[in-house]
Structure formats: structure tokens, C-alpha cells
């Protein structure tokens, strides 16, 4: 039985997710890959989802929902629903307390360098955020994917690849990892990670 791919969403996702569902948008790239993620059924390749995240990451959630406008109630029965998410998946984890491995992470955020030893400690295979530029560290390598267009003109965005030891991870904007799902990519790291390399410049 092939195992579950790993997949830790940014909290920056999940806010997304929840603020285009209040201003009722439907199927933006966030919410794609959050109604993927509760699906549980990852590719097209047979393989299942396991969501992770830590109990940092959801007080984070909630904090930020506070911050955007969300009732006290509806943001902590929402970080409890992602939490559920992860509780029930094929391998029922529970979420992660961050007691350190920060101190691995050259990254300018305590905050992030959390997110990162909690995946690298979760073993997980993707890490998908809006916020690329706080996971770059020395170490990671990096290889451009798409550009976008928004209001502040064009954007570049990029895949970065975290490798230690045997850990193989892959970091990935959710407009990419949206894209990659329809295109029905192998998100296997090391496969994922050939695919991007040939991917044309700027497409």
C-alpha cells in the first residue's frame, strides 16, 4: 500500500481558504487544495493525503482570524475542524508541539523556523504557502515555476526543495501545487522535483 504523501498547509492557507468561502468565491487555488486535502485523496497516482500542522500553527490560525475580523467562536471551531483533519487521516497524527529544532533554520521568523521543524520532524513531503520567501534558507534549493499577474504588476514564483539526511521536502506556492493537482503531477518529492526543473521558464 503506498503511504500517505504529507502535506502541511501554511497557516496563511487556511486563512485564505476561510476568507474566500466568507466573500463567496469558489474553487480559488487555496480552496482546491484544502478540498483536496479533507478529500483525502491526494493525486492521481493513488496515494492518500495526511494533513500536518502543530498546536503553535493553530493558536497562530486563530490569532490571525481575530486579527482579520472572525468571531472568537467561529475561528477556534475552524482551527479545531483542521485539526480534526489531521486527527482522521490515514495515519491519525496529532498535532505537533514545537519543543524546539528551531535553531536549524536560518530563516529571519522564529515563527517560521517553527513551521519547518514541525515538518521536517512530521516527515512531510510538501509544504504549501503563500509566503515562499520565509522558508529560503541557505541550504534549500530553489527553482522558478510561474509567473503572475497581479495588481502590483508580475511575480515570480518559485519551488524550493529542503533535503537532510533522509528527509525530502518540497516547498510550493498554492497557485503551483493547485496546477500541479490538475495536471495530475507525481508529488513524490524527488519526482516532483524533476518535473519542476523542466517546467518552461515563466509558465
Known sequence: MTAALRVLLDVNVWVANLLAASRGRRDTA?????????????DGHGRSVQLVVSHEMLETL???????????????????????????????????????????????????????ATAFAARTDLLVTDNLKDFVTREAERANTTVVRTSAGERQLYALRHRRSDRDMIVAHPLDVAAWLEQRYDFEPALLWQRILRLPAGK
Open 30 to 42: 487555496v480552496q482546491k487544495i484544502v478540498a483536496t486535502v479533507t478529500g483525502g485523496r491526494w
Open 62 to 116: 486563530e490569532i490571525v482570524l481575530h486579527r482579520k475580523g472572525i468571531a472568537t467562536d467561529s475561528a477556534a471551531a475552524y482551527a479545531d475542524a483542521v485539526m480534526g483533519i489531521m486527527r482522521f487521516g490515514p495515519d491519525e497524527l496529532d498535532p505537533y508541539l514545537v519543543l524546539g529544532g528551531r535553531e536549524q533554520f536560518a530563516v529571519p521568523d522564529t515563527e517560521d523556523a517553527g513551521v519547518l
